[in-house]
């Protein structure tokens, strides 16, 4: 298993960092979280790896953070795990992991730091943005 993508369809970014992955020619492991769900040593694993905190993958829009009253700096990590656990759209995507670390690729273009191997260019990113070149270089 080269590369895991935690992934919702329904996100452009998250759809986009599937496609480079593809483009760069691995076949990943696709984790629809919306549909599996969360465990909290997944979670804990993933963030670890990432080297980021609950509260810096809470996905703040488009999710029902504020109604939760998540976005209060003073509802402590522990809490924002729990809720990511019942409400797994409140983790922000798509984490991607690979033999060459976990990152929460945001924006996008964070994956090619993922890959061993580059996708042919050009390409770009969900904004129209050009990340790699007709050289098949990075741009950035």
């Not at 480079?20 to 599996?36: C, S």
Request: charged share 25%; proline share 8%; hydrophobic share 40%.
């Amino acid at each position: 298993m080269d590369v895991v993508i935690h992934h919702n369809r329904q996100c452009g970014t998250s759809r986009n960092v599937l496609s480079i992955i593809e483009a760069a020619g691995y076949r990943p492991v696709v984790i629809e979280y919306l549909k599996e769900g969360w465990t909290r040593p997944q979670l804990l694993a993933l963030f670890a790896a990432a080297g980021i905190t609950p509260r810096q993958a809470l996905r703040t829009t488009k999710s029902p953070a504020e109604e939760l009253g998540l976005l209060d700096p003073a509802v402590s990590e522990e809490a924002i795990l729990e809720a990511m656990l019942r409400h797994p759209v409140l983790v922000n995507r798509p984490i991607v992991a690979t033999k060459k670390g976990v990152r929460l690729c945001r924006p996008s273009e964070v994956v090619l730091d993922l890959l061993e191997r580059l996708p042919p260019g050009p390409l770009a990113k969900e904004d129209g943005k050009l990340v790699i070149d007709e050289a098949g270089r990075r741009l950035g």
